[in-house]
């Protein structure tokens, strides 16, 4: 079975500075991705970057940055210059490659995010 | 490109009644698309999994009979909450993958379920 742990309900941040967002992951494939989605208010799920287990370098995608440590298993998502539009729910989600799990994303419970000005 | 497209976006509706919610990619051809549920605060839970031309794959513990998923066509999902109650009011949002599991899923803007 695969398992997400995101720890941080919640997170306050000021704006233009960095934040970290922890995201654990467990699973016993070899092959697996792992994704993190922005939920703003509104409800839609936005993807945000994605990282294959497989890849050795980690994923960045403009402000957002996967900090990816296979062996600590852990995924933790950095945004840069924080802006005041970042206020939102981060899921951080694992896609499994293999066997029952393939395809099916596993989400994490969540942390929202709020940006101070 | 990559856009999913969910209606309605709301609807409250009384309970005993069905409500179809349906999910569209709107610029790419979807062979997969997945139905979730999700509690105000809470994570998102998959409910079922559908491919284009077949039957759509429950995850356990979800009523085949009480979500019907329908996926007609490259483009289109259907789900349809049959004989609604109140314990069925959740947001439901469905994703889109152009070729199954392993693509990036894309997910709809999601529908807010009211049952009174």
Not at chain 2, 7 to 22: A, L, N, Q
Not at chain 2, 103 to 112: D, I
Request: proline residues 3%.
């Amino acid at each position: 079975a695969q398992k997400i742990t995101q720890t941080q309900p919640g997170m306050f941040v000021q704006e233009k500075e960095a934040v970290t967002l922890d995201c654990t992951y467990d699973t016993s494939d070899q092959s697996y991705g792992l994704f993190w989605y922005k939920q703003p208010s509104s409800g839609e799920m936005i993807f945000l970057i994605y990282q294959g287990s497989y890849d050795e370098q980690n994923a960045t995608e403009g402000r957002y940055s996967l900090n990816f440590q296979k062996a600590r298993k852990s995924a933790n998502l950095v945004i840069s210059a924080s802006q005041l539009g970042d206020s939102a729910m981060y899921f951080c989600a694992m896609r499994g490659d293999i066997g029952t799990s393939y395809g099916k994303l596993t989400f994490g419970q969540g942390t929202i995010l709020t940006v101070h000005p | 490109g990559a856009v999913v497209s969910q209606h309605p976006s709301r609807v409250i509706c009384k309970s005993g009644t069905s409500v179809k919610i349906e999910c569209r990619s709107l610029d790419f051809q979807a062979t997969t698309m997945f139905w979730y549920r999700q509690f105000p605060k809470k994570s998102l839970m998959l409910m079922a999994t559908s491919n284009e031309g077949s039957k759509a794959t429950y995850e356990q513990g979800v009523e085949k009979d009480k979500f019907l998923i329908n996926h007609a066509s490259l483009t289109l999902s259907t789900l349809t909450v049959t004989s609604a109650h109140p314990e069925d009011s959740s947001f439901y949002i469905c994703s889109a993958s152009r070729s199954g599991g392993l693509e990036t899923q894309y997910f709809g803007p999601g529908t807010r379920l009211l049952v009174l």
